[in-house]
């Protein structure tokens, strides 16, 4: 297959501690390290593997947001990606929005393969993937956790609630990635300063012609309900006779 | 009065859980009329548990061969274009409806309110974001369909002894041949369901292999107990995928979770902060786990599982 194109999400890094503003207007994202969504850092892992299998030519990663998305696709470059393409927008837009305006960019490049995260760790969505292989008119392969190909055809493996899924689908194809498909690769420092000559072609989001506006808009956010102080206990005695005051053996 | 069409999940022969839960939440919408769905072959037993919730009007029956098993590329034009005549679309948060829905909302061209956990409004939903970390108000345009999931372990399943009538349905939609189910590959199910469970016992990294996790079993079939796992568990091949509790595993609400040699990251806290009772057993008094947990004990779990054991 010629090109994969993979789509990189910039999120709040996972080991931030959350905090939801006094305001309740969002989260706390000033001074907060920002990464690459941890889902689409797997997908890209997956690209770059089915390239250096000699399956693919050009690995092409996406992104969506402010200028600075511009750092996590570095990053993606100096993980191996061949080239870059950011879609300007300093706003925050759905994940129909993103999957329209990711539709126009994969008729674009014509990837015979979109990788990207199943859900982002920032809205916990679970929806681009979905929506832009329905929009594209091809098949989609959700949760994956082993991807063969060969020929015209993916075989996936999709984790599920009652266990493992096995579908087959026609490529072109999206496939979305759950933790278990591969394991990221390190960055490594010369690999950075080579990513600052790959290409990165910036296109602002005006001009791939979707409407921005959402239907479904942020109201207030909150902090979650707290549970209440826990007790700590010193024997398996303690803990039945605690258990059974509950009533729960 | 507003139309509600719910997605139901089923294996086949059983209806899930998750749908009855899905339909409580729906029920929380002022004026509606609730209708089920149910896309399957050969599905009447199905269609008959569903039309037993109460609250439900009518149960919709999609029957044929293409729909025996779950894909979303088969099921959502079918959806899409029944859904016309409706003003909300319901399905559960689990695999089978976070891999189907928004397919139908992008078929709808309408965007989706994921894992409902509170209805407040007509229009609007609160749902966790940020690993439930925060909660987010989304609130829908006047006009627009609303296209949602429902995070399951917000709701319990209603009671049944209604008998809503039955009718098949035929839709026309054009169906896609790109996609084909292989198979599913799954452990036996000897015990309790996670979902549904109301004992959760589960084990993390601190088991330590495959064998340890005996005990866990153990200990589980002792108190007719469903077993769960860290993601930590599974990652390092301990149990089977369908056992993760957690923000990308399941989402689970039991009256007692016993958590063993789990150390509790923010994103299996997720998982379980529905859950009546959480107790957290870990030879690290620092373990994350405890600031959540109800009841704590500091100690060795190859000692604690069996003593447990012994002495219910």
């Known amino acids: ?149 060969s020929g015209n055809v993916a075989k996936v493996t999709r984790e599920v609630d009652a266990g493992l899924e096995v579908i087959e689908v026609d490529l072109p194809a999206v496939i979305t990635t759950d933790l278990r498909l591969n394991e990221p690769r390190y960055v490594k420092l010369p690999d950075i300063m080579k990513a600052k000559k790959k290409q990165l072609e910036s296109v602002a989001i005006a001009d791939f012609g979707v409407e921005l506006s959402s239907k479904v808009t942020a109201g207030n956010w909150e902090t979650p309900a707290s549970r209440a102080k826990g007790i700590m206990v010193n024997d398996v005695d303690a803990l039945l006779a605690a258990l059974k005051e509950k009533d729960l053996v | 009065m507003s139309h509600v069409l719910i997605i139901a999940e089923h294996d086949g022969s059983q ?30 037993a199905i269609a008959q548990q569903a039309a037993e919730i109460a609250g439900v009007a009518k149960v919709l029956v999609a029957d044929r061969n293409e729909n025996a098993v779950p894909l979303a590329a088969v099921l959502a034009p079918q959806i899409a274009e029944i859904a016309a005549a409706y003003d909300y679309v319901f399905g559960p948060s689990t695999t089978f409806g976070k891999d189907l829905m928004p397919a139908v909302a992008a078929l709808l061209d309408v965007e989706q309110v994921s894992d409902i956990m509170e209805v407040t409004g007509p229009r609007s939903f609160k749902r966790p974001v940020y690993a439930g970390n925060a909660i987010l108000n989304a609130e829908v345009a006047e006009g627009t369909k609303v296209v949602a999931t429902v995070r399951t372990a917000s709701y319990k399943a209603g009671p049944t002894g209604n008998s809503a009538h039955i009718e098949a349905i035929s839709s026309t939609a054009a169906l896609p041949s790109h996609t084909r189910y292989v198979e599913l590959q799954s452990e036996a199910a000897e015990r309790p369901d996670l979902q549904t469970a109301k004992l959760v016992i ?29 993601r930590a568990a599974v990652d390092a091949g301990y149990v089977s995928n369908d056992m993760q509790v957690g923000q990308t595993g399941k989402i689970i609400a039991p009256d007692l979770y016993m958590a063993f040699g789990i150390s509790g990251a923010i994103q299996h806290l997720t998982g379980i902060k529905d859950a009546g009772t959480i107790v957290a057993i870990n030879n690290d008094p620092e373990a994350a786990i405890f600031e959540i947990a109800d009841i704590g004990l500091v100690g060795d779990l190859f000692e604690i599982i069996p003593e447990l054991e012994q002495k219910l």
């Open chain 1, 1 to 149: 297959m010629k090109t994969i194109m993979v789509c990189l999400k910039r999120v709040v890094d996972y080991n931030v501690r959350i905090r939801v503003k006094p305001d309740g207007s969002g989260v706390v994202t000033d001074g907060v390290k920002m990464s690459i969504n941890p889902f689409d850092e797997i997908a890209l892992e997956e690209a770059l593997r089915i390239k250096e299998r000699g399956e693919a030519e050009d690995v092409v990663v996406v992104s969506i947001g402010p200028a600075d998305i511009q750092q996590q696709l570095r990053t993606g470059l100096a993980m191996g990606a061949d080239r870059a393409v950011l879609i300007e927008c300093n706003e925050d837009i759905s994940s129909l929005t993103a999957a329209k305006v990711l539709l126009k960019c994969a008729e674009k490049e014509a990837p015979d393969l979109i990788v990207l995260g199943k859900q982002a760790i920032d809205d916990d969505c679970n929806q681009t993937g979905q929506m832009l292989a329905t929009l594209w008119g091809r098949p989609q392969a959700t949760f994956a956790s082993k991807l063969e190909l």
């Open chain 2, 15 to 44: 209806l899930n859980s998750a749908t009855a839960k899905t339909i409580n939440c729906a029920a929380g919408i002022d004026n509606t009329e609730l209708h089920v769905l149910v896309l399957g072959s050969g599905c009447d």
């Open chain 2, 202 to 230: 589960s084990g993390g990294r601190g088991v330590g292999s495959k064998e340890n996790f005996d005990i866990v079993y153990k200990l589980a079939d002792k108190l007719g107990a469903g077993v769960g796992a860290s």
